[in-house]
């Protein structure tokens, strides 16, 4: 599926260096939306083998600790220069599939970059220790989710912005909340419109289940 889009991707951007100063802004307009349709199909379908794919890998546990952990997560997004992110307090070491940990904070700290359009962007990070769990919150001063999208947004390919305003394909938080539930987690949010949003979630001191099993 992936190969003709590329097809298609690639014929438009040849018609539009063929046209290029002889249509007008309607059909370059439209040119440049047809364009953004295939690249944001072709990201559909790179989601849906990543769900499809989520919690079927083995899983090898390592010791990581986790306050360098996340400094080195990002690092890796290179969040812009008007966001401050804050980790905040005691921070564990932590048996676990560093895979999997990443792909959850990685997922969460993109989103609050991404879905907030303050003059300056605020995350601050918290653990603390339930049980056998870790409870990390990630609260961030951004756009804030409406309290009837509370749960909608951990279901596929919800997303609370039109296709023109953002190429989100409503599956990131699928696969979050699929992976933490898989390594004996749980994940909630609270948040206000307009009020920014902390997501938390729950994650192993030690890994316990066995994630070495693919699913049918």
Known sequence: ???????????????????????NSDTDHNLKMLRSRVSRLENLIQGILMYAKAGKSKSNPEIIDTKAFIHEIIELLHPPKNAKINLI?????????????????????????????????????KC???????????????????KEYHQKIFQLFQTLESDQENESTGIGLSIVKNIIEEMGGSISVESKLNKGSTFKFHWPIKQKVNLDKTKA
């Open 128 to 146: 603390q220790l339930k049980g056998d769990f870790n409870e990390i919150h990630i609260e961030d001063n951004g756009n804030g989710i409406d």
């Open 1 to 23: 599926m992936k190969a003709p889009l590329r097809g298609i991707s690639n014929l438009v951007e040849w018609i539009e260096e063929d046209l290029k100063g002889k249509v």
């Open 89 to 125: 307090g005691e921070w564990p070491t932590i048996e676990t599939d560093p895979i999997r940990f990443h792909q959850v904070v990685s997922n969460l700290l993109s989103n609050a970059i991404k879905y907030n359009n303050k003059k300056q962007i605020i995350i601050n990070l």
